[in-house]
């Protein structure tokens, strides 16, 4: 099982980043998939969690209507797409999958991890 996050970086604020994570070596389409931050010296926590079918989803108050989850079950790839970034969205984003049918921002309820991406707002 693989999951390969890319496309973080160095933005300014109000900039926009699109992080991928490809997947391998299960059932893609079969998940519920999550994406995750951590800053340095906080716990991981939810961003936001899509349902394989979307009829569950989960946003942090934080992103609500600046970040948009989305998949593409033919290449067994998810996306996290993040607008209107600001300082406080500094971490390391994992992206996850998880076997429930409905959303969770527990990090325990997913089977799946990434390794991590850098996402680094300036002010």
């Known amino acids: 099982v693989q999951l390969v996050e890319s496309g973080g970086g160095l933005v300014q604020t109000g900039g926009s980043l699109r992080l991928s994570c490809a997947t391998s070596?299960?059932?893609?389409?079969?998940?519920?998939i999550g994406w995750f931050r951590q800053a340095p010296g906080k716990e991981r926590e939810a961003v936001g969690c899509v349902t394989r079918l979307f009829t569950d989803t989960y946003w942090d108050n934080s992103v609500k209507g600046r970040f948009t989850i989305s998949r593409d079950n033919a290449k067994n790839t998810m996306f996290l797409e993040m607008t209107s970034l600001n300082p406080g969205d500094t971490a390391v984003y994992y992206c996850a999958t998880s076997l429930r049918r409905t959303c969770s921002s527990a990090v325990d309820d997913f089977l799946y991890w990434g390794q991590g991406t850098q996402v680094t707002v300036s002010s």
């Open positions: 070596g299960f059932t893609f389409k079969d998940y519920a």
